[in-house]
Nanobody
Framework: QVQLVESGGGLVQAGGSLRLSCAAS????????MGWFRQAPGKEREFVAA?????????YYADSVKGRFTISRDNAKNTVYLQMNSLKPEDTAVYYC?????????????????WGQGTQVTVSS
């Protein structure tokens, strides 16, 4: 049974930092691209960041988080991370981890086969 479990969310003041983790189990994800998406209340789920398979040599970021967020992976731990710095109130959302692209499209939510349950990030002003 494939599972993705996010952790690390919480409440932080604007300008602060959080590191999200996504631990995968049930299969080896080293040969899978992985991504982070977020969904704020009343809004559609949106792309945040993605990382290519294996070494993670290719990374992708939404313009809104570029320069502030960093995605990385540790294949030995079957875990992907999202380091979030200089957080803003507009970053408040539930953050979801996704894995295994069905076809090319690392920024598209409909291209991922597996999803976590989400972790809440709240940034206060």
């Amino acid at each position: 049974q494939v599972q993705l479990v996010e952790s690390g969310g919480g409440l932080v003041q604007a300008g602060g930092s959080l590191r999200l983790s996504c631990a995968a189990s049930g299969r080896t994800f080293s040969n899978d691209a992985m991504g982070w998406f977020r969904q704020a209340p009343g809004k559609e789920r949106e792309f945040v960041a993605a990382i290519s398979a294996w070494s993670g040599s290719s990374t992708y970021y939404a313009d809104s988080v570029k320069g502030r967020f960093t995605i990385s992976r540790d294949n030995a731990k079957n875990t992907v991370y999202l380091q979030m710095n200089s957080l803003k109130p507009e970053d408040t959302a539930v953050y979801y981890c996704a894995a295994h692209l069905l076809s090319y499209g690392p920024t598209r939510a409909d291209q991922y086969a597996y999803w976590g349950q989400g972790t809440q990030v709240t940034v206060s002003s």
